[in-house]
C-alpha cells in the first residue's frame, strides 16, 4: 500500500487518458472524475478502473472525443444517446443539459442511454446541487457480467444498479449526496479487498453454489459468486426499479442474458432535475433542511468517536483528509496500472518519496 498525492495521480491519469487517444479536455474531466472518486473514499470508481477502461477502448467498445447527442426533446423530457463515448463526458453533458432545462421549465427527465461506464454517479448529483438542484439518478449496468443476485435467489442476474438523490442544502459546501449501489457494496470494493488480500464481512456475497461466503475470489472463480441486495428483499426491489428505470424506460436495455457478458460496461441512467424555489420558497427549505439536519445529527452517538453524520458527509471527510494525507493505493491496483500504461506505451513512475 502507497500514498500518493492526489496532483500527481491525477497526472498519471491525465497522461495515460491523452496517451491513449483523448484530447486534453476530455482527459481532464475523466481524470478529474476518478481522482475525485479516490479523494471522496469510493476507490472501486477510482483510478484503479483505469486498466479495464483501456482495455474497452482497445476492444472498440467505447470512443474517445465523443460526446453523445440528444435524440429528442419533448417539453422537459430528454432523450441523450451517450454512443459510447466515455461514460464520464456523455452523463456529464446529458446532465448539463438537464439542468439547462430544469431552469428554463423548473423540471427535466434526461433519458440516457448507451454511454460507456458513467463512473461515480455522485458526481451527477453534486452538478445538481452545484446548480441549486434537487436531482434523483436512477442507473443500471448491461454488457458487463452480472454480479447481483435477486433476493431469494442464488446465482447473479443484475449489476450493482446505483441510485444517487441530491438536495442542496443551506451550505453550499454540505449537500446531501445519497450516492450508493443496491448491492451490499459496488463491484469494485470486492475487487479492491481481493487486491489487498482482505476477506469481506459476512452478509456481502454468496459464492457460485449460492452459499455464503466472506471470500472476494468468489467473484473470480466459476461458478461465478454473487453480491447480495442491500438491506435484504428492499434493496432487490430497489435495485429492481433501477433495472425497469434506467434500462427499460432509459431505452438503454436491461441486463437480459443477451446483454451479459460483452467484454464491456454500459450505464443506462434516468436523471430528474427539480428546481426547488418553484416547488417552495427558498429560504423557507433551507431554514427547514437546516433545523431538521441539526435536529437528526444531535442524536448521542452510540460509539462517542462517531457522530451522527448526513449523506455526503463520508466523502468529503475522506476528501479532507486524503487531499492532505494522499490517496491510497494498493500494491496490486499500483501493478495493473503500470501493465496497463505500458500496454499504451506510457511509463508511470513509482511514486517519490514525497508521495508517502
Ligand atoms: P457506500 O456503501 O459507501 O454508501 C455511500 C452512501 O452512504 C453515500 O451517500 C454516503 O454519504 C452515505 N453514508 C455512508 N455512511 C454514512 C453515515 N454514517 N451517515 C449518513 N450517510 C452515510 O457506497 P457504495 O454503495 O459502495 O457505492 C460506491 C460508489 O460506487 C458510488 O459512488 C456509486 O455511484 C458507485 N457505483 C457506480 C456504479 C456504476 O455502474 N457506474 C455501480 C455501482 C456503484
Known sequence: MMLIDHAELQRIALRLFEAAGSQPDEAQIIADHLI????????????????NYLQHLANGTVFANRKGRIVSEDG???????ERAWGQIAAREAVMVGIAKARETGVAVVALRNPHHIGRVGTYGEMCAEAGLV?????????ARPAVAPWRGTDARFSTNPVCIAIPGPD???????DMATSTIAMGKVRVARNKGERLKPGILIDGEGKPTTDPGAMYRQPRGALMTMGEHKGYALAFVCEMLAGALCGSGTMRPERQGRGTATNGML?????????VDREWLHEEIAAMTAYIT????????EPVLIPGDPERRTRAERIANGVPIDDETWR??????R????LIEPPGPESG
Not at 135 to 143: K, M
Not at 298 to 305: C, K, M, T, W
Request: aromatic share 4%.
Open 271 to 279: 436523471t430528474i432535475v427539480i428546481d426547488p424555489s418553484r416547488l
Open 135 to 143: 436531482s434523483f439518478h436512477f442507473v443500471n449496468v448491461t454488457d
Open 36 to 51: 475525485e472518486a479516490n479523494l471522496r473514499g469510493h476507490d472501486s470508481h477510482g483510478v484503479g478502473l483505469i486498466p
Open 336 to 341: 495493473e496500472l503500470t501493465v496497463a500504461a
Open 298 to 305: 444531535a442524536s448521542p452517538p452510540a460509539r462517542p468517536d
Open 172 to 178: 453550499p459546501e454540505r449537500p446531501i449526496i445519497l
Open 76 to 82: 422537459s423530457l430528454i432523450v441523450y444517446d451517450g
Open 343 to 346: 500496454g499504451i506505451n506510457v
